[in-house]
């Protein structure tokens, strides 16, 4: 009987804390959700997001703090990869939870900055003031139930349809791996959907063979086009690979 009860208490202790989680909006989104909408000021103008981004591809990058120097190196690295991500039809925004004035100082600052022998650039993405930490919360960045923003240091990566695709945090002492996250989208992009729709395995690289969902034809397609077998190959009994 005390066992039981002990349990139903558990119970409730458990869901109050996830009804407060909810009611805090410190909940994240997981993957195939709806991204969470914001009206927020940034350095390039007032932001309507994700619909001022209309059908493209969007990732955003949060940090705590402006001029701290992980989160600096990230911006940097960042910024010399943009011209990359808009080729794959990809927006960036940065969020801080440091206000817009600040985000200016920031920004000026970064841009007068060589970093591991890259030359100064422009940064064209916007800084987004989150200093009420409204997209924090509604991002579920805020994982303590302290009044800190030291775990605000998410990657959000959101699909066309505006639908959380990939999730990632990090710590605030660990700088994030911009190609990782680059080659995360990349494989997004390659993975495809309905009848087209394929897997990236282990380690998968940009060129690389891909994993498709299901043995990839019929006999009756085969006899149709013999040469259809060249395009696929089998790692075991149940890994099929259709080559890039």
């Not at 700088?175 to 989208?185: A, V």
Request: aromatic share 12%; glycine share 6%; net charge positive.
């Amino acid at each position: 009987m005390k066992n039981r009860f002990a349990l139903f208490v558990l119970l409730l202790f458990v869901a109050g804390n996830l009804r407060a989680q909810n009611k805090n909006g410190s909940s994240i989104p997981m993957i195939g959700d709806d991204a969470p909408s914001f009206t927020a000021e940034t350095t390039s103008g007032v932001l309507d997001f994700p619909a001022d981004y209309g059908t493209k591809w969007k990732i955003i990058f949060s940090h705590p703090r402006d001029f701290t120097p992980v989160c600096s190196s990230e911006v940097l690295t960042l910024a010399h990869m943009q011209d990359g991500f808009e080729k794959l039809n990809t927006k960036v925004a940065v969020i801080s939870t440091d206000d817009l004035q600040k985000h200016f100082m920031w920004k000026k600052s970064l841009e007068e900055t060589a970093y591991k022998n890259m030359e100064p650039t422009k940064i064209k993405f916007p800084l987004i003031d989150d200093s009420k930490l409204t997209i924090s919360k509604s991002y579920g960045m805020l994982h303590l139930t302290a009044s800190t923003t030291k775990d605000v240091r998410g990657v959000f990566i959101i699909s066309p349809d505006n639908k959380i695709a990939a999730i990632y945090f990090y710590p605030m002492n660990i700088g994030r791996n911009m190609d990782e996250i680059k080659r995360t989208l990349v494989a997004l992009q390659t993975s495809g959907k309905g009848k087209d729709h394929v897997l990236t395995p282990a380690n998968w690289q940009v060129g690389d063979d891909v994993l498709v969902p299901q043995f990839p034809y019929t006999e009756k397609q085969l006899k149709a086009n013999p040469d259809l077998k060249l395009s696929y190959y089998n790692v075991g009994s149940y890994m099929w690979f259709k080559k890039m």
